[in-house]
């Protein structure tokens, strides 16, 4: 079982940077896959990130290459999301999830899911 918690949401003006945090329960937090996924008004949830149990394998949604970095670290049982080059279609909430091996685009894959911070970004 893992509890996620999701921060560091919040207003930032376009082109701006932003840092999210998810914090995980439990002792096996370095043997799960982690993705960040995300849903704007009206929209279904979509991808954004995923990374491995060990940090070693990303992928992203190619919306967010090259602008969003996704990262762990599995001493602090937490993974990151840092967001660069904001843009107002990046304005969701932000959600962290949690699977024993996968870490790819398909949410319903996922085991366990954070409650989502709210990112929004002015033009």
């Known amino acids: 079982q893992v509890q996620l918690v999701e921060s560091g949401g919040g207003l930032v003006q376009a082109g701006g940077s932003l840092r999210l945090s998810c914090a995980a329960s439990?002792?096996?937090?370095?043997?799960?896959?982690m993705g960040w996924f995300r849903q704007a008004p009206g929209k279904g949830r979509e991808f954004v990130a995923g990374i491995n149990w060990s940090g070693g394998s990303t992928n992203y949604a190619d919306s967010v290459k090259g602008r969003f970095t996704i990262s762990r670290d599995n001493a602090k049982n937490t993974v990151s999301l840092q967001m660069n080059t904001l843009k107002p279609e990046d304005t969701a909430v932000y959600y962290c999830a949690a699977d024993h091996t996968y870490y790819g685009s398909r949410n319903g894959e996922y085991d366990y899911w954070g409650q989502g911070t709210q990112v929004t970004v002015s033009s």
């Open positions: 439990g002792r096996t937090f370095g043997t799960y896959a």
